[in-house]
């Protein structure tokens, strides 16, 4: 370990106990490629419905999703969130064996007639976010007393999500239960985000008791912690509730990114995390498991049996 790395692991894992969110600068993602990949996405949600239709979500979990589709937040919203997103994930061929696994599968693409650059720019920029979080997974492991490579056998055919999002200009309004995105948790590991300029993003802060902004700046991912990272470390990385919440006066655009351990990989109690005084919380799972679970809770119409359901069982989803 280098003492720079010592040093980023130390405040890392401050920032993971405290919150589970925090930005990441000097990442290595161009700053050209992230100005790509909104341009090329901004194109997207320009075209006609018929034409993102053409890409509706499919069994793999890969497409255009419409505006409502997700309700993040179901004890609180009254409607769907006022967003649209698209999903891409590792490309994987529909006739290999691991394409029979839940969220495997092949991408679906939009016409190259009408945006003859966008898929380029999105496996670009869907490798440099995926070595972003290789870099990450060392800097966690390193944060909580691993070894550094600890997470890395793990990631071998690992499920990832690059979710490009539209917001519509339309006022949130909570006390009415109109949000641009319900609060939730993520559900996976880590979230790599990418927004524009556009304020929105507000993370639940229990000393505060409320909800605070967290800006967008320049340069600099928004990097957080989901429920399985939490699940792993017996509650002491957190996975933070938050939503986002638009005034109307613009549209606003971000791509997360979700960064996954293989489907088949066990989530339970890292030994670090766990001892006489401080027994698992949380029965075991997997990776692939804890998804489908978190899914089927959020997504209108998602069936994970209209995949193969063996499939389902042989798998119980700073600096760097
Ligand atoms: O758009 C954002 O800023 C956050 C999106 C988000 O929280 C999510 O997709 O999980
Ligand atoms: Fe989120």
Redesign the pocket.
């Known amino acids: 370990m280098s003492l720079q790395e010592d040093v980023l692991a130390a405040q890392l894992r401050k920032a993971c106990i405290d919150t589970g969110f925090f930005y990441v600068f000097n990442h290595g993602v161009a700053q050209d490629l992230i100005e790509q990949i909104f341009e090329e996405n901004r194109k997207f949600f320009a075209l006609p419905e018929a034409a993102r239709r053409e890409i509706l979500v499919d069994k793999n979990n890969r497409g255009w999703t419409p505006l409502s589709e997700e309700t993040?937040d179901r004890a609180n919203q009254t409607e769907g969130d006022t967003?649209e997103?698209l999903y891409f994930g590792r490309e994987v061929p529909a006739d290999s064996t691991e394409a029979a696994q839940p969220f495997t599968g092949p991408n679906q693409w939009p016409s190259p007639e009408l945006l003859p650059e966008y898929r380029r720019v999105t496996n670009t920029y869907f490798s440099a976010v995926t070595d972003l979080g290789m870099r990450m997974l060392r800097l966690l492991a390193l944060a909580l007393g691993l070894a550094p490579d600890y997470f890395l056998p793990m990631f071998g055919r690992p499920m990832l999500f690059l979710?490009p999002?539209h917001?519509i200009p339309r006022r949130s309004q909570p006390d009415q239960g109109i949000f641009?995105?319900g609060a939730?948790s993520?559900y996976g590991m880590l979230?790599l985000?990418a927004?524009d300029d556009a304020p929105?993003?507000q993370i639940w802060l229990p000393s505060a008791g409320r909800f605070v902004d967290?800006p967008p700046k320049p340069g600099a991912f928004?990097v957080?912690l989901g429920d399985m990272l939490e699940r792993w470390t017996n509650g002491l990385f957190k996975s933070t509730l938050?939503?986002?919440v638009t005034d109307g006066s613009r549209h606003?655009y971000?791509i997360?990114f979700?960064f996954e351990p293989n489907f088949d990989t066990r989530v339970e109690c890292l030994p670090c995390c766990c001892g006489p005084d401080n027994p698992p919380r949380y029965p075991p799972t997997t990776s692939g498991q804890h998804l489908l679970d978190k899914y089927a809770q959020t997504h209108a119409g998602f069936d994970a049996t209209s995949k193969t359901s063996s499939a389902v069982t042989a798998g119980a989803h700073a600096d760097v």
């Open positions: 993040l967003k997103g979710r999002l917001y641009a995105a939730h993520d979230t985000l927004t929105g993003l967290v928004i957080n938050h939503r986002v606003r971000s997360p979700f």
